[in-house]
């Protein structure tokens, strides 16, 4: 490659020939002018949609023009000396921040004064310049130990200087001397998996990188790289001469090329500089930028994301289809095949399934389903070959209408959720492929929909399948979730819940209630596809419900016998109860793996627990009395008669919270330490903590506990409050964070000290919120009601989560006198939905108080969003 064509119309954005009239004494500040003139020129034009292929080739060409001055005026044309364009600068296109990188090859002598000159120069035009400096067997050196500085190479252009230097170089690192065609495949491949693993994994990730993620600008280049160095190519379409593009994917990898420089392009003028990652600060401008408007069903936002995941999802399907026909043409030769026939029309190779000819699908469109089936059914089958799916992705037309009411195909996609294996694996496949959404248009509509908020990790479509992947998992793996793990053993037809995962999420988009939406979609599924009258039921049933377990085990005081009671008479019978406890599981991993932790495990469990047994009438004895039979059995009979003596004097609300384990631990450290003040870590999980404190119950000790986890980086997630009938209190604490037994220490010490000590100093702590929820900082609602008697209020706060929310919340009751009677905290992601009791003087809250609570509240939360601007 040599000096870059000027573009139609370059006098627009530069007169080259001003250039030579510069004088020198300041030539360095009007060639800065110059560029920055012409760079506004560019960037004006990019927002009249000018076609972004000649814009940053235009750029290119344009910095080009400067580079070559500056050369010129530091004398270097003088030395013995190459200079080369790499990245994306040699292959002639650069975004308005991108880096402008070059390599300085020299022979015997380096003018070191000179080239620094050069390049400071650069830099003071504004340029971001990266640069290197070697001998071409330094180069070659270098590019013989690393696959990236090869690369580069591959993508080089001479520019100025001594031609033998760069044609020695490149002929020293082309693919006779280093880094064969094999070689270098492999290298690529796993530094793309690399790159993948880094940048999330997934094409969907809530803030995805257009560079460097799966389906980004990455994914285009491997493969113009890859063929560049196995068939001696110099650009994507020499794939189409050569056979292994088809010229329908060359046209969609162009389309998705210029679609993701589009959004490069103004992604850097928003954030006025290089930035590759589509952060929520610029989603909703960037959805402005391209004309996306908010309506009734969606947020503009929403449709952009949804349009930038759809292209991203076939680029990294494109992607990954070429590598695999690169990785069997390049690393398994003929020689190497190994073929398994499976009938006239499929074959295995080398562990891939093969159409054993294209006329397959387009005389007998049901083989596309049938190729899926037969994946899930052959041990011995890996994947799909890349032909094969190409195949697929060129057969989509035939999934018409008459194609979806085909019984045989019909019947073929039940069996795919009714087969024990690799469920997930191949609805995740058809859904990359596009046979999904297209044989199913209520799916294809949330492929790649996006929810702007914190708390869904991912697009729906992808949530979905993680959700149906997350059923399997608890089907086939006892050591994860053990109970649920222990329910699913006993669940007959389990394809009725990898069905209810598939469409628990289908109604979102649309308005109104997703939930309901939904269940009429799985009717119409269950009709459709003649499901027997009880699945078709349960299905409807669990899509509409799908969210109630979760709101009832984390909103709900589940000790309420009210509580367990109208939620039994909703579940009504056991079968429907074990689905739903699956399925909430499930759901609750898959919208974020992050939010499954070991409380809402206990939650869950809880809940299902207290509802079978109520479910089975015969089970209803005392549980009460139950629990501390149970726990009487853990203690040693010398202790017994102390601990009854206890007991006499704790409420029997606790018996039915705590577990016999809890009630036996706590019970024996009170007793071991004559009844003063005791602190007790009752459970350890991988997660965090449970900790009971026992002792005299006194103004603000909550917000002096609360205060206690908080410096130590602990969250509270859950606080019960049990006032004896001696003045004494009993509180239990579920704890996350990281932890060991030095951090415990330290804060059984710490807690022991505020069980000792009243509270003098109330401060104000500051919050803190990361930059992504600065974004969805959320005013708080807050609710005042009667508590569970007269003598209590009851406050219910919900408002966006923050470091500190909990201390300054318990410091502004502290500060009225007001006394805690009980809390229950709950987090939905970047939510928070906490509920207290509270009382002063043993008397419920004056409506004054409240106001004047509300208040202060909110005041924080605005002060932090008023940080935020």
């Known amino acids: 490659m040599a000096l870059l064509a000027p573009p139609d119309h370059a006098e627009e954005y530069l007169n080259i020939i001003a250039l030579d009239t510069v004088e020198d004494d300041d030539y360095l500040a009007v060639l800065k002018q110059l560029l920055q003139q012409a760079e506004e020129k560019i960037n004006a034009d990019f927002y009249r949609w000018h076609n972004i292929t000649r814009l940053v080739k235009t750029r290119a060409w344009l910095v080009e023009q400067f580079v070559l001055e500056l050369w010129l005026r530091c004398d270097l044309h003088h030395h013995d000396l190459t200079l080369v364009a790499v990245g994306g600068f040699g292959r002639g296109d650069l975004q308005p921040f991108s880096d402008v990188d070059l390599l300085i090859l020299f022979d015997q002598v380096l003018p070191e004064e000179a080239v620094s000159l050069f390049i400071q120069n650069l830099w003071d035009l504004g340029l971001d310049v990266g640069h290197a400096v070697r001998t071409v067997a330094e180069t070659v050196q270098l590019a013989a130990q690393n696959i990236v500085v090869a690369t580069n190479l591959m993508e080089s252009r001479f520019l100025r200087g001594n031609p033998k230097l760069y044609r020695d170089m490149m002929t020293l690192t082309g693919d006779q001397r280093m880094w064969s065609g094999r070689d270098f495949f492999q290298a690529k491949y796993a530094e793309q998996q690399e790159r993948h693993r880094k940048c999330g994994g997934s094409a969907y990730n809530l803030e995805p990188n257009i560079k460097e993620g799966p389906g980004g600008l990455r994914d285009i280049q491997m493969v113009t790289w890859v063929a560049q160095r196995h068939f001696h190519v110099q650009s994507m379409h020499g794939l189409v001469d050569v056979g292994f593009l088809h010229p329908d994917e060359y046209i969609r990898l162009q389309k998705g090329l210029r679609k993701l420089w589009k959004i490069r392009f103004a992604l850097h003028l928003l954030a006025g500089r290089k930035e590759d990652r589509l ?72 562990g891939f399934l093969e159409v054993n000819d294209r006329q397959v699908f387009l005389d007998r469109p049901a083989a596309l389903f049938e190729l899926f ?25 035939l999934i018409n209408d008459e194609f979806r009411h085909d019984e045989s195909v019909k019947a073929i996609f039940l069996a795919i959720f009714k087969h024990k294996n690799l469920v997930f694996n191949q609805l995740n496949l058809m859904n990359a492929l596009g046979v999904l959404g297209q044989f199913l248009p209520v799916f294809g509509r949330i492929v790649g929909r996006m929810q702007y908020d914190l708390f869904h990790m991912y697009t729906v479509d992808q949530h979905t399948l993680f959700v149906v992947r997350n059923i399997r998992q608890i089907f086939l793996n006892d050591e994860v979730h053990p109970l649920a793990h222990k329910v699913a053993d006993q669940f007959k037809r389990p394809y009725v819940l990898h069905l209810a995962g598939f469409f628990h999420d289908i109604g979102k988009g649309r ?25 078709g039921q349960l299905l409807e049933w669990l899509v509409r419900h799908h969210l109630v377990m979760s709101v009832v085990a984390q909103k709900q005081d589940i000790n309420d016998p009210a509580v367990i009671q109208r939620f039994a008479e909703l579940v009504r019978r056991q079968r429907y109860l074990d689905a739903l406890y699956i399925l909430t599981i499930a759901d609750i991993e898959g919208t974020d793996p992050k939010l499954w932790n070991s409380y809402k495990d206990s939650l869950l469990s809880e809940l299902y627990l207290r509802t079978t047994v109520h479910l089975d009438s015969s089970q209803q004895a005392d549980a009460v009395a139950q629990g501390k039979s149970e726990a009487r059995e853990l203690i040693s009979e010398a202790q017994i008669p102390a601990i009854e003596s206890l007991w006499q004097k704790i409420p029997e609300r606790f018996f039915d919270y705590a577990t016999p384990e809890q009630v036996a631990a706590v019970s024996m450290a009170i007793v071991a330490n004559l009844g003063r003040d005791t602190v007790c870590v009752t ?92 974004l969805f900082i959320e005013m708080p609602e807050i609710t005042f009601t009667r508590g569970r008697d007269d003598s209590e209020t009851r406050v219910d706060v919900k408002c966006s989560d923050h470091d500190g929310l909990l201390v300054n919340l318990t410091r502004i009751f502290v500060s009225h006198g007001i006394d805690m009677q009980a809390a229950k905290i709950a987090t939905f992601g970047n939510r928070a ?37």
């Open 833 to 869: 939905e906490d509920v207290f009791w509270l009382s002063v003087n043993q008397k419920a809250l004056p409506v004054k108080l409240q106001q004047t609570i509300a208040a202060e509240f909110k005041s924080l939360l605005s002060d932090l969003s008023a940080d935020s601007h």
């Open 373 to 397: 089936h037969h994946y899930q059914q052959n041990p011995n089958v890996y994947g799909i070959r890349a032909n094969t799916q190409r195949y697929v992705s060129m057969s989509l037309h």
């Open 683 to 774: 459970d350890r999980h991988d997660d965090g903590f449970e900790v009971m404190l026992y002792g005299e119950n006194q103004l603000g000790l909550f917000h002096q506990v609360v205060e206690v986890f908080s410096n130590h980086h602990i969250s509270v997630v859950n606080a019960r409050i049990f006032s004896g009938s001696d003045g004494r209190i009993l509180d239990h604490f579920h704890c996350l964070g990281e932890y060991d037994q030095e951090l415990l220490t330290h804060i059984e010490a710490a807690l022991l000290t505020a069980l000792k000590t009243p509270v003098k100093e109330i401060r104000k702590r500051d919050m803190v919120a990361t930059r992504r929820e600065r």
């Open 511 to 535: 308005g109104g209630d997703h939930s309901e939406i939904g269940a009429g979609e799985a009717r119409l599924f269950a009709e459709e596809f003649k499901l027997p009258k009880a699945d």
């Open 279 to 350: 952060l929520f600060d610029y989603q909703k401008q960037l959805a402005v930028v391209f004309g996306y408007q908010d309506d009734d069903e969606s947020l503009g936002v929403e449709k952009f994301m949804q349009n930038y995941y759809r292209n991203a999802m076939y680029l990294e399907q494109l992607n990954m289809r070429l590598l695999q026909l690169f990785k069997e043409n390049i690393l398994q030769g003929d020689e190497d095949k190994q073929v398994t026939l499976i009938n006239d029309e499929f074959s295995i190779i080398n």
